[in-house]
């Protein structure tokens, strides 16, 4: 409706999410040989994050991250050291790092502040100017709120080093020098991860800057015969659904069109839910499966070795991941998911001091 009032186009349409990345993502499930007493976990109580604030306008279009860690001092160590993989790289693209300035890595009313001084305001300016409409013309910022491949690299590239140095400390007669070369003690020191996670946001940045990716997700995101595409939204069939609505559902009418708005507590919420769900993201599944797979809407056939599981997710085929098979096996790879959080309605980022901003 706001769309067709003000006629706005769809590079002027920004969606905006918030997403928790969690340095070190556990699981509840592992390999272990079948009938032991006892299994080990990784990353049960892992709570050590940041946050990913992605913007993409609905013409396909990829603006530049905002990622805002915990601390309090806008230098190091609250932030990756300036000589990380990928720190220059990122920094020259626009991509903006912030700190929250509390113990809290969650987005603050002013961190989103300054994403939009400093990200979705220097997009919409020169945007107007190019598609020749006036300084006036409204626009929408759409803020909802709810890479490991990128990470599981970094793990690998870790063990690996640490192989080839344990097979140069022993010695040519097969002894060792003290150390167990069986086990392997990586980093997980919260400053490490941290300098490491700039360059898992870069390669996501790089993974999804693709227009067509971009706008298929708008296109996949359905309530009936509509969706979020400005082909959707701007169609003869949704602007005939919009002139009947106050007779087909007066009630959606008057709460669309209505200027009151539910007082706003200025209270921080609890951004990220923690409930768990059985949905599965894959870390061993290549982003351009995962790519294909999406701009295809899932028509086009899965390369081999994947399969699509009954949630729509995807993941690895084959007896490697068959959870049933009995093996026997003293160091099997551990298999990682996250958890998908339950949706709220977003008051956060509501009230008098948005409307003035």
């Known amino acids: 409706m706001i769309i067709r009032d003000h006629a706005i186009p769809a590079a002027l349409c920004v969606n905006m999410d918030q997403t928790q990345v969690i340095y070190q993502q556990g699981t509840k499930r592992t390999w272990n040989e079948k009938g032991v007493k006892q299994v080990a976990t990784t990353g049960q109580e892992e709570k050590r994050a940041f946050t990913l604030a992605p913007s993409i306008s ?30 220059a790289e990122a920094k020259a693209l626009g991509i903006k790092l912030e700190v929250s300035m509390n113990e809290s890595y969650w987005c603050t009313h002013q961190t989103m502040m300054k994403l939009v001084s400093d990200i979705i305001a ?18 929408i910022l759409n803020i909802d709120r709810c890479i490991r491949r990128s990470a599981h690299r970094d793990i690998v590239d870790e063990a690996t080093k640490l192989l080839k140095a344990a097979g ?18 990586r980093d ?3 400053p490490t991860l941290r300098n490491r996670c700039i360059g898992w946001i870069l390669d996501s940045y790089h993974a999804v800057n693709n227009k067509e ?23 003869p069939e949704a602007l005939a659904a919009l002139r009947d609505l106050p007779n087909t559902d007066p009630d959606l009418y008057q709460e669309l069109t ?37 701009i295809s809407a899932g028509v ?6 994947f399969a699509a599981t009954e949630d729509g997710s995807l993941a690895r085929s084959g007896s490697a991941e068959d959870t049933e098979l009995d093996v026997n096996a003293d160091d099997l790879p551990v298999a990682t998911r996250r958890a998908k959080r ?16």
Not at 58 to 85: A, I
Not at 122 to 139: A, R, V
């Open 213 to 235: 990716l971009i706008l298929k997700s708008f296109e996949m995101c359905k309530v009936g015969e509509f969706n979020r595409s400005q082909a959707s939204l701007t169609s």
């Open 188 to 190: 997980t020191t919260k």
């Open 258 to 294: 209505s200027q009151s708005r539910d007082p706003v507590d200025d209270v921080q919420e609890d951004l990220f839910n923690d409930e768990d769900h059985d949905y599965c993201d894959e870390s061993d599944v290549p982003v351009e499966v995962l790519i294909d797979h999406v």
């Open 342 to 357: 339950s949706g709220k309605k977003n008051t956060l980022y509501a009230g008098a001091v948005w409307e003035e901003h």
């Open 168 to 185: 140069k400390a022993t010695t040519s007669d097969g002894d060792e020098d003290g150390e167990d070369d069986s086990m392997l003690k």
């Open 122 to 139: 220097p997009y919409f300016d020169p945007k107007k100017l190019e598609l020749e409409l006036p300084s006036t013309q409204c626009s």
């Open 58 to 87: 609905r013409s396909g279009e990829l603006l530049f991250f905002q990622v805002v860690f915990d601390g309090k001092t806008n230098v190091s160590p609250s932030l990756p050291r300036p000589g990380s993989r990928g720190y």
């Open 300 to 305: 086009a056939p899965l390369p081999a070795g």
